[in-house]
């Protein structure tokens, strides 16, 4: 394989390239906001105050393309009807009900979305550079 100067191709010689866009965006798909959970707040239980959720914001692209039938049928259960397929240069925290974390949020067209199912990276010379997450609608914003 040689490069358009017609040298030979070496591994790692197009670090620049990836480093450009991965720092630029992926420069396709759809803004959306992004809700990282960064911590939570005392609460005051004697008050009946419970804790809060504080959350970091991130305005971000995303892939955004709906599940088709055919892959709802052949997740056995694990998917539903209207769960999106989302590729993203950021990775996310996942809900845990072990612990009662609620994981980190998408919100896309008004809709909140949460992450279900298990991740799909893409990794080029040893790094994770985007992340592809099946997510489900958990309310309205």
Do not use: C
């Not at 970091?56 to 769960?83: C, H, M, N």
């Not at 994981?103 to 991740?119: A, E, I, L, P, W």
């Amino acid at each position: 394989m040689t490069q358009a100067n017609g040298g030979f191709y070496k591994p790692g010689s197009d670090k620049a390239f990836i480093q450009h866009n991965l720092n630029d965006g992926q420069g396709v798909g759809e803004m959306v906001l992004i809700r990282m959970v960064s911590g939570r707040t005392a609460g005051n239980p004697g008050a009946g105050v419970q804790p809060t959720l504080v959350y970091k914001t991130k305005k971000v692209k995303a892939v955004i393309v709906r599940l088709t039938p055919e892959e709802v049928t052949a997740s056995g259960g694990i998917y539903q009807f209207g769960d999106l397929s989302v590729e993203l240069l950021i990775d996310l925290k996942f809900a845990d009900e072990r612990t009662g974390e609620i994981g980190d949020r998408m919100v896309y067209q008004k809709t909140s979305y949460r992450v279900v199912g298990r991740t799909q990276n893409q990794t080029v010379e040893g790094r994770n550079v985007t992340f592809n997450y099946i997510m489900r609608k958990v309310g309205n914003e």
